[in-house]
């Protein structure tokens, strides 16, 4: 085979491999489901998939209401979390 194939080749691959990675990217719809969930002794609100906190609160009352303004916005569901991060109650907004 000769360079100039060889080259084509391999940049047919990685091209391939981008196109497959972004389709793939793409069809994973993001939610905007909110959870309320405990933060170092206090309570925070978190969107589903994020590794960043939205906001941070003293009482769990001000974070679940917090999370239901932004997911009335959003049509999304707000996830309560108890202190052990088990799952204690879910509210939808959505349609």
């Known amino acids: 085979m000769s360079d100039n194939s060889t080259l084509k080749t391999w940049l047919q691959v990685i091209i391939d491999l981008f196109e497959a990675f972004f389709k793939s990217s793409r069809t994973t719809k993001r939610t905007w489901h909110q959870h309320v ?4 002794g206090d309570w925070a609100v978190r969107r ?5 906190i939205t906001s941070k609160h003293r009482k ?3 974070a679940i209401n917090k999370a239901k303004r ?4 959003r049509k999304a ?4 979390h108890r ?13």
């Open 70 to 73: 932004i997911a009335k916005k």
């Open 83 to 95: 202190q052990d991060g088990t799952i204690r109650d879910r509210v939808s907004f959505g349609d």
């Open 48 to 52: 589903e998939g994020n590794k960043r």
């Open 37 to 40: 969930v405990p933060y170092y």
């Open 60 to 62: 769990q009352s001000t």
């Open 77 to 80: 569901d707000v996830i309560i």
